[in-house]
């Protein structure tokens, strides 16, 4: 085989994607970003072995970040600036160990490349598959993942002036296991769920980032129509990008529109302030590939997830930032205090017609837990009357496949005395859905972004204290979550290590699960996957 990488949802026959990635990714590029997780390794190895204090290594612990979030699904298919990022971090690697006089380091910490072909006949070597037995390869790459959307987190964060050097030190620690034979099943295990607790800190960082900057997100309609001035469509997730792009923006005569995952941003107070922050444009990621034609102007990705386009000119509209990347694209790179020119977007936008209308209304958002915290007495009075009988967190992502439809199916048929929460991009399967309301609570709660699923955890917690309840799962709440990519691992190994049981995942359990570990999930946790709808809904209102 050519590659191999079976990281997310899609992945070809559930095994694994060997020739091309189903994202879309080549096998140069496959490869290349399992050598730079390769050589995080070594870093990771080197710290742990000689016991760094990683707390002032800025410069260090960001690009470890960075080249993480670089390999997540979607995000950087543009090889080029892969091999760039793997040379910064062997050199930064090799500077780390510089003082250190220690013979018989490990290959990881220790390996040279001078040149393209040097990496891909290094990385044939060092990718998923070198770890020969299938559990430990298995529980290896869960960890991978999860630190992979942790770092995603932590970045966004550390872009808003948030860190925790402790979050830092364990993606080393967590890194440097991965490289460590001796390491039991048992060992691994454990470390999965450390994982997942510093998720939740991960998350934890992010929410207090976004708030302490934006204010906390609020009861917001959101116009999905369109203008008649030309328009910018911002993507991804980082809201530091945003603010930007909005301040860069205003009295130019240029929109901005926010797509899929950045639609959350319209709920915080401080972006209200923008009169050109017109709407949201389009639905999930997945779409973009019918949706950007119609748009028209540019479009910023600030992280993932980027489809290829199928066009040359929606490619010259497409402008990256941050750890995405495209061939053909042009990237936008901060200056050393992390600020960023968006002036040639701008310029282009005005030489463009506005966006042509796909719909036209609006959708309500803007239930993270300060929120729904503050309508509390109201939600618990509807539970004890029995007007709510149930909570169903359908957090997640979206995707391409048909069996995704079963989410939308699934929210259609719900009973009218049942509330969903959502957060992440699986809500585009029901958020435009005339589902009502109970009592003037809408019964689509949606907290935001992918990693607002802290939210949903900090909310089930509060209702557990009302209720005076030793146990989260004796609540009336039920979790069926569809995943697609690494951010949603992180999410899952954090709601596990919160305690939470009987998850149900879908459409399909990944693919990274070998039977053995698929069978600690099951038999430790109730991890389940999805069946028929109705035999869902039923199961579930039974539980």
Not at 323 to 330: Q, W
Not at 481 to 509: C, D, F, M, R, S
Request: aromatic share 10%; hydrophobic share 40%.
């Amino acid at each position: 085989m050519s590659m191999f990488c079976y990281q997310c949802q899609e992945t070809a026959r559930g095994t694994g994607c060997t020739v091309r990635g189903v994202c879309g990714k080549n096998e140069e590029v496959a490869n290349l970003q399992d050598l730079l997780i390769y050589t995080l390794k070594g870093i990771s190895y080197i710290v742990i072995k000689n016991k760094i204090d990683i707390a002032p290594l800025d410069e260090l612990n960001y690009q470890v970040l960075s080249s993480l979030f670089t390999t997540i699904t979607n995000a950087n298919f543009y090889d080029k600036s892969i091999e760039d990022q793997i040379l910064k971090m062997i050199a930064l690697r090799d500077q780390l160990r510089k003082d250190t006089k220690e013979e018989n380091l490990h290959d990881a910490a220790t390996f040279t490349v001078n040149s393209v072909e040097d990496m891909l006949k290094k990385a044939a070597f060092v990718g998923v598959l070198s770890t020969e037995n299938e559990d430990v390869r298995s529980l290896r790459e869960m960890i991978i993942y999860g630190l992979k959307g942790m770092a995603a987190y932590t970045k966004h964060a550390w872009n808003i002036g948030k860190k925790n050097p402790k979050i830092n030190a364990f993606i080393y620690e967590a890194l440097a296991a991965t490289l460590d034979d001796s390491l039991s099943a048992d060992e691994l295990v454990a470390l999965t769920l450390k994982t997942g607790a510093f998720g939740v800190e991960a998350m934890a960082l992010l929410d207090e980032a976004n708030t302490s900057r934006y204010g906390h997100p609020e009861i917001t309609e959101v116009n999905i129509g369109v203008g008649k001035n030309p328009a910018i469509l911002i993507s991804g997730h980082d809201l530091r990008d945003l603010e930007q792009l909005l301040e860069q923006t205003q009295g130019t005569g240029v929109d901005v529109y926010t797509h899929s995952e950045m639609l959350p941003a319209h709920y915080y107070p401080k972006f209200k302030k923008y009169e050109n922050f017109i709407g949201n444009y389009g639905n999930a990621w997945w779409k973009q590939l019918d949706e950007f034609p119609s748009f028209r102007g540019p479009i910023l990705f600030t992280t993932n997830c980027i489809v290829p386009p199928r066009s040359e000119e929606v490619r010259n509209r497409i402008f990256t930032t941050g750890s995405t990347g495209y061939p053909g694209c042009k990237h936008i790179e901060p200056d050393e205090n992390g600020n960023k020119d968006f002036s040639e977007i701008i310029a282009m936008a005005k030489t463009l017609p506005a966006p042509e209308e796909i719909e036209r209304g609006s959708i309500v958002g803007g239930f993270a837990n300060n929120q729904v915290i503050a309508l509390m007495d109201k939600i618990v009075d509807a539970v004890k009357t029995g007007a709510i009988k149930k909570f169903f967190v359908m957090a997640g992502c979206d995707g391409r496949m048909k069996s995704r439809n079963y989410y939308t199916e699934f929210a259609e048929k719900l009973p009218e005395d049942t509330v969903i929460l959502t957060a992440g991009c699986a809500k585009y399967r029901y958020n435009k859905l005339n589902l009502g309301d109970i009592g003037g609570i809408p019964r689509v709660l949606d907290a935001g972004q992918c990693n607002d699923s802290y939210s949903l955890a900090v909310i089930a917690l509060k209702l557990k204290e009302v209720f005076e309840l030793e146990d989260i799962n004796e609540l009336p709440i039920a979790f069926n979550i569809a995943w697609y990519e690494q951010k949603a691992v992180i999410v899952l190994l954090a709601l596990l290590y919160l305690g939470v049981k009987n998850i149900h995942l879908g459409p399909t359990l990944p693919g990274f699960l070998s039977p053995n570990v698929a069978n600690v999930l099951v038999e430790k946790f109730g991890i389940a996957g999805i069946g028929e709808v109705e035999d869902d809904i039923d199961l579930f209102m039974n539980m």
